[in-house]
């Protein structure tokens, strides 16, 4: 099997599946809450301080969640802001993030402005410099958006963004283990991502880095958008001063477990350079007659996304299936200020690893120029 849909999901190694397994086995033969108090050195210190040195961040600024548009809606829903405060949003933000920012405008009466782009896709940050004062609230960018490949200038932004009271938020599920994340040289004071994709954890695992001053700006807890965090051994309320404040209150034992495995295995793993491979991949989406790139900006990752009039999104998913690689459809509407408003409705998505090789791509280009009726 070729997997070219790790922005989904990444294959979990082996490594991650055995951890997972031998927790599930624990908790069969002594209990779940027993389980975890075995593993109470793993899932409540070690995953915190391996994802801290992941995202370098410190540890008390790190706390998990099952996932990462879930991460998001502990912290900005709670923003304090009001009808005089701006919201800045790419034309990449990813729907679940805008829902949330939306129901914050409703709320608050703040607006809400899409910085604009570059003819080519990049984000125009001379407008940003141009524009940003002291009533512009929160910033939020999508390090590698989903749909496309765009690698967006979160530390430029991070520098343009400092001298300013606005908070800085920044979605890296595509980004983390794909490519370096350092929220100190961001200068963000939200980061989130999720465990799933390139740093092949299991599903259910996400986090965010929270700084102290964002904590600090947070309104207290309303409704049902922010659940305290109970401590399973002894019922009572985790309430201090950390990240760790914001989490829900059920964990998976054998997922986070699964996580610190995975974070494991990226802090001894070689740093790779997918140019190679996905430069090889987009070379061999653009040779087939027909074929529209979904491809903005000047820096991409390894994630690329096409069109093709004879085919249909999801019948070319369905044939590649069938010969055993893995690709995927996307739909606008997840990203609907950059695809729908281009009249993108669905579209293919590929998305290449350090497990991929030059051989596999090639195996997918003969499949899909079969799929799309092009001859060899």
């Not at 983390?176 to 100190?184: H, N």
């Not at 019922?235 to 989490?247: C, F, K, V």
């Not at 281009?342 to 497990?355: K, L």
Request: hydrophobic share 45%; proline share 5%.
């Amino acid at each position: 099997m070729i997997h070219l849909n790790t922005a989904g999901a990444g294959l979990v190694p082996a490594e991650v599946r055995q951890t997972m397994a031998e927790v599930l086995d624990r908790e069969a033969a002594t209990g779940c809450y027993e389980t975890e108090g075995f593993l109470d050195g793993i899932v409540n210190d070690e995953v915190y301080r391996r994802l801290a040195r992941v995202l370098d961040a410190p540890v008390a600024d790190v706390a998990l969640f099952d996932s990462a548009t879930r991460a998001w809606c502990a912290v900005v829903p709670r923003l304090s802001l009001g009808p005089g405060d701006r919201v800045w949003v790419t034309p990449y933000e990813y729907a679940g993030n805008l829902i949330s920012l939306f129901n914050l405008r409703d709320r608050t009466g703040c607006a809400i402005e899409v910085v604009p782009t570059l003819p080519g896709g990049d984000l125009d940050l001379e407008w940003m410099a141009a524009h940003i004062a002291d009533d512009v609230a929160l910033v939020s960018v999508t390090h590698i958006p989903s749909g496309c490949g765009i690698v967006n200038p979160v530390e430029e932004i991070g520098r343009l963004l400092a001298p300013y009271r606005c908070f800085y938020a920044v979605d890296a599920c595509q980004s983390i283990g794909q490519l370096p994340v350092s929220v100190t040289r961001i200068g963000c004071q939200l980061l989130t991502g999720a465990g799933r994709k390139f740093l092949r954890g299991p599903r259910g695992t996400a986090f965010a880095y929270v700084a102290p001053e964002l904590r600090a700006a947070l309104v207290p807890e309303f409704h049902d958008l922010h659940v305290a965090r109970i401590d399973s051994a002894t019922g009572y309320r985790i309430d201090d001063h950390s990240a760790r404040s914001l989490e829900l209150a059920e964990r998976g034992t054998a997922a986070v477990a699964g996580l610190n495995t995975a974070l494991t295995l990226f802090e001894e793993g070689t740093p790779f350079d997918h140019k190679e491979v996905f430069g090889a991949l987009r070379a061999t989406v653009e040779d087939i007659p027909g074929v529209e790139l979904i491809a903005p900006g000047t820096e991409q990752s390894g994630i690329l996304s096409f069109r093709h009039p004879d085919a249909e999104a999801g019948t070319i998913m369905a044939r590649l299936a069938e010969q055993r690689v893995n690709v995927w459809k996307i739909v606008g509407h997840h990203t609907p200020l950059y695809m729908a408003e281009r009249g993108v409705e669905t579209a293919v998505r590929v998305s290449a690893h350090y497990y991929n090789t030059l051989e596999e791509i090639e195996i997918f280009g003969r499949a899909l120029r079969g799929v799309v009726g092009v001859r060899a």
